[in-house]
T-cell receptor
Framework: DAGITQSPRHKVTETGTPVTLRCHQT?????MYWYRQDPGHGLRLIHY???????DKGEVSDGYSVSRSKTEDFLLTLESATSSQTSVYFC?????????FGQGTRLTVV | DQQVKQNSPSLSVQEGRISILNCDYT??????FLWYKKYPAEGPTFLIS?????DKNEDGRFTVFLNKSAKHLSLHIVPSQPGDSAVYFC??????????FGTGTSLTVIP
């Protein structure tokens, strides 16, 4: 168990509202990631971080922003949620060449 | 363009038989290849991996084969058990701690 906690686990929000998902790790890993999982698309990288205040975009970053003010916390923000952002979101950390995932957050935008 | 591909969305196998899940990749610079297993409503969990300098890695009922010339890897599960029913993701990692995932194969093991 890599000590990754995602919150909330489930959320329903309205179109146009801001949403923040939190990922917390207890292992002090440098690299953290946000993925989304959608049918037919697998796991797609949204943003990742390689240290406090060091972040970069992934392949599906439009409409998302991230922040990492502490090693243990990586926040994903949807500034104005859209229905296309309905998905399951996974946070991950990497330890050497392996990635470990949190339990996921199911987000529904109505 | 997707760098890791799993062309079979689903696979059904009888209990006790072999399950073979396939994965193709395009980038010859990947250092490691990994397989993850995912149950519904849970996060993916690491299953087995192989370094790019090897062609086989075995862990119990799970064996991963790597064919670098064909840019192809496969996961063999022998014997398959009903508890193996899950979605399996192939992944590759390279420089910069980047991970690239396939679209997944849903395995059903029929009792």
């Amino acid at each position: 168990d890599a000590g990754i906690t995602q919150s909330p686990r489930h959320k329903v929000t309205e179109t146009g509202t801001p949403v923040t998902l939190r990922c917390h790790q207890t292992e002090n890993h440098r690299y953290m990631y946000w993925y989304r999982q959608d049918p037919g698309h697998g796991l797609r990288l949204i943003h990742y971080s390689y240290g406090v205040k060091d972040t970069d975009k992934g392949e599906v970053s439009d409409g998302y922003s991230v922040s990492r003010s502490k090693t243990e916390d990586f926040l994903l923000t949807l500034e104005s949620a859209t229905s296309s952002q309905t998905s399951v979101y996974f946070c991950a950390i990497s330890e050497s060449w392996k990635a470990f995932f949190g339990q996921g957050t199911r987000l529904t935008v109505v | 363009d997707q760098q890791v591909k799993q062309n079979s969305p689903s696979l059904s196998v009888q209990e006790g038989r072999i399950s073979i899940l396939n994965c193709d990749y395009t980038n010859s610079m990947f250092d490691y290849f990994l397989w993850y297993k995912k149950y519904p409503a849970e996060g993916p969990t690491f299953l087995i991996s192989i370094s790019s300098i090897k062609d086989k890695n075995e862990d119990g009922r799970f064996t991963v084969f790597l064919n670098k010339s064909a840019k192809h890897l496969s996961l063999h599960i022998v014997p398959s058990q009903p508890g193996d029913s899950a979605v399996y993701f192939c992944a590759a990692s390279g420089t910069g701690n980047q991970f690239y995932f396939g679209t997944g194969t849903s395995l059903t093991v029929i009792p």
